[in-house]
């Protein structure tokens, strides 16, 4: 089986190394947007081949799009344009409404099977892939009612043998829990870091004195904006509800704290260490 | 040299571990409010005898105050009132202003050292204790020149022995960089744990779906109040100009997405992302 992946960058190039990893392609294409991406991935092992968007469905059996998700509903018509009945195309993207809605009514849309893979870091392109990534970690797949039983067979097999724990629902429904489990953790971390970099002009003291709590709810402010406004672009309205309730419940906090309101305080605190439940 | 931690849990314990692994104290004796902690912390092996507070300055040469920061100072004067001038208090808390105030006209004054060692984790009381902890990490010093040099060098030597490197600045400036760079983690933490708790009501959705970077995120948000609450309400000042600048920046960024000012938000990430070069 030939897999072709487009988009090499940090999922997309994970990706790869996970199928060489399991031996689950014999040749692995990839196609990106920029020449340098595609010489870099070329140069780092993580395709044997680069090939022209255009090629994908002639020399893949499997296309995987993992480029930003403002970009995968036109890819995703374009490679349906353009499949036999025994391909499959698949998307790694962290939003589900706008394609699913988009590819409806392909009359090739039972050959598609949208996926998001719950995994990644706030590095970007071929240099972020990394070994072993996805590996424990969960996929999502929306809408398999509208794809064929085998090709939905096919690519959870693909996720299940590198590591994942396949999930369904709807898309509707994943979007709006993305919106809470990863979207708006992304939203914190870069405004605080901005509020961080406004406020606090001395860098060399935040690097000094910045423990391990500070990097960990900051780092995600490294992410990628090419990756990342796309997602909260398409997933607005669940994300502006998100947004709204977490400035709601921040402000709840600071009238708490300037009127000394401990007894507040503590319940918002107590409450907020019940997450200690939900997580390891 | 005897030394007596007074509060057996996250840092103290840790700190007693330190100590130990280095040799630095013949004998380790620790004080804790809670009986069932002070146990805990003995079979742990933390340390070699459990006393009572009004003995630490009879056995110990040094006494380190690791409790929270609404108790060190009347501790620290206490003990400040029966040591002998060859004997050492510090303390180790989150917050400074406020106990080099309470503790600045005390005649023994120059026998206390005011230390914040720049570690911890989410996780509190003696359990939590781990080896190894502080290393790598800085440690800052306020207000020296009220000590004694001898008292800061000895103080300093115990620090940098377990890998911490010093730092020294005023208690003030101390107060307004840890809102930045530790206490407002804390509270965005907080208060996106109580946001996704209060809509998103399936757990099992969060457990399922939560990439690394929600747990990272909101991984402080399993701290404890009894060490929290009295961080906030000591650096409240500090912390409400914090806290305003960020729910501003958060505005800013809910408004340019509620209008599709997509210029706007790449601004703001972009911005964001410059704390790539602060962070390593």
Same mark, same amino acid.
């Given at each position: ?33 920029? #020449? ?15 090939? +022209?968007?255009?090629?994908?469905? +002639?020399?893949? =059996? ?5 480029? #930003?998700? =403002? ?19 698949? =998307? ?31 590095? *970007? ?30 690519? +959870? ?17 994943? =979007? ?47 992410? *990628? ?19 709204? +309730? ?35």
């Amino acid at each position: 089986m030939n897999i072709c992946i487009v988009g090499l960058g940090l999922i997309g190039g994970s990706f790869a190394l996970a199928l060489r990893k399991h031996s689950l392609a014999e040749r692995i294409y990839g196609v990106d947007a920029s #020449p340098r991406n595609a010489a870099k991935a070329l140069e780092l092992g993580l395709v044997d081949e680069v090939v +022209e968007f255009e090629k994908a469905t +002639e020399v893949a =059996d499997i296309v995987a799009l993992a480029t #930003p998700v =403002d970009t995968i509903p036109q890819l995703a018509i374009k490679l349906l344009n353009h499949i036999e009945k025994s391909q499959i195309v698949l =998307d790694m993207g962290s939003t589900k409404e706008e394609l699913c809605e988009i590819i409806s009514l392909h009359p090739h849309r039972n050959r598609f099977v949208a996926t998001h893979p719950m995994w990644g870091t706030e590095y *970007s392109g071929p240099e972020a892939a990394v070994e072993g990534a996805f590996r424990g970690c969960n996929v999502v797949l929306c809408e398999v009612e509208k794809s064929d039983a085998e090709a939905v067979a096919t690519v +959870e097999g693909l996720f299940r043998t590198i590591g994942m724990s396949v999930m369904e629902m709807s898309a509707e429904k994943h =979007d709006l829990h993305a919106a809470y489990v990863s979207h708006i953790s992304h939203i914190t971390s870069f405004i605080l870091a901005t509020t961080v970099l406004e406020k606090e002009r001395e860098s060399e003291t935040i690097l000094n004195l910045a423990g391990g709590g500070f990097e960990s709810t900051v780092r995600l402010a490294k992410s *990628s904006t090419d990756m990342w406004l796309p997602i909260f672009r398409q997933n607005k309205y669940n994300i502006l509800d998100v947004l709204r +309730e977490y400035i709601h419940q921040l402000e709840i906090f600071r009238k708490a704290l300037e009127r000394d309101n401990s007894e507040e305080l503590r319940r918002i605190i107590l409450r907020a260490n019940e997450i200690r439940k939900i997580l390891k």
